[in-house]
């Protein structure tokens, strides 16, 4: 059969409201054009992360039953992590309240002044965390990652021959360890090779450098590694996720992606010392090792959640879910980062709105018609985000202007993406008359959460 279908029963629902375009009108007045202010009600279909935002399976409502909620050796942290072991093969598994508490243990261990730690591209919380260390976070994507029109494999690659020249330079005492972020979030939810991840950790271990992943979608990059990499077509998803990380000494992971729960992550590596360490350093500041900031109930259905993404049917149905949001824009000639990533549809705001300067913000904008149009949220991720001041108080703009749609996993069906996919090619067609957005008060940090735009 050619249709993919949602591979689950609907058992509880939860009501979406409905507003009218004079309401929507007063909700983005109110909350001064900036979406992150917008209360979740009013929202149609919430696109602004896939993060947490998972529907859980009743297998999983009933694990948060069965949650044991001892302060010590809980049977749901045994479950937990025999569920990491086996997927990973790693050997200390440290539980953490998301992805962010796993990072801030590891480089407050690993990083300092002097270090620098290299990724295919450090996610926003990653980077934050390296440099809050005092080391240096360096990206190294591959020339065909930065190119947001060019149909191509595995863009979300390391350019090894740049890791290893920059090794090489550096010295293998300034670098604790290197980092793949699978797939690569920053750079389009583009999925990584295992040919890459292989070629990266030969090029770490013969500088005795380990290497990490950071893992919160390593269920999703396995399955395009099945769909596109020679060899891996008959292969078990899980097969090729332990494959995966028998190339890595360790793992950070936000549990909130690919273990399809709302909260959750861990910190895992096979070096005891730095696992000690690690432990010690957890009990300050998440908890007892055998919870480390979650409940036993939280265990459960991460634990659970594990089994459920490594599902053929279930990996198959999410990436082509996001695939054929994809297909029906770019039929339309909507300009999207190509192709389509694993959690998300980028929107090329800069080529939908070329007649909007990155001053005025082309992401803002779009994403805030988007709202107007059809009460879809997204996020923008470009200048608002990223642009920064030059001396003289001028925008040095983002590299991209990009408005990213993330799917939440198992939430929305077919006829939501449809919706989707109608408001943004209506948007679409009446593009030359969306104006630009001004600024009129941001902090000095993360700006875009807080800031207040005015219609130009
Ligand atoms: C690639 C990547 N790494 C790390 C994180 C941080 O995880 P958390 O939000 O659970 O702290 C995220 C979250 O979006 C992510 O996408």
Redesign the pocket.
Known sequence: MKTIIEPFKIKSVEPIRFTTQEEREEVLRRARYNLFLIHAEDVLIDLL?D??TAAMSAKQWSGIMEGDESYAGARSFYRFEAAVRKLTGLKNIIPTH????A?KILFSLVGGPGRKIPNNTH?D??RANVEFSGAEAVDFPTKEGLDPDLRADFKGNMDTTALAAFIEKTGRESIPLCMI?VT???GGGQPVSMRNIRETAEICRSHGIPLYL?A??FAENPWFIRQWEKGYASKSVEAIVREMFSYADGA?M????DAIVNMG?FLALNDDQLALRARNLLIVTEGFPTYGGLAGRDLEAIAQGLEEVVDEHYLHYRVRSVEYLGEKLTSAGVPILQPPGGHAIYLNARKELPHVPPDLYPGQALSVELYRAGGIRSVEIGSVMFGKYDPQGKLVPARMELVRLAIPRRVYTQSHIDYVAEVMIEVHQRRSEIRGYRIVQEAPMLRHFTAHFEQV
């Not at 936000?254 to 992606?257: H, R």
Request: aromatic content about 4%; charged content about 25%.
């Open positions: 992360t993060s947490g998301q992805g962010r508490a990072e996610f919380t990653t972020t690569n979030n920053s950071d919160c979608r950070t936000s549990a909130k992606k992550g």
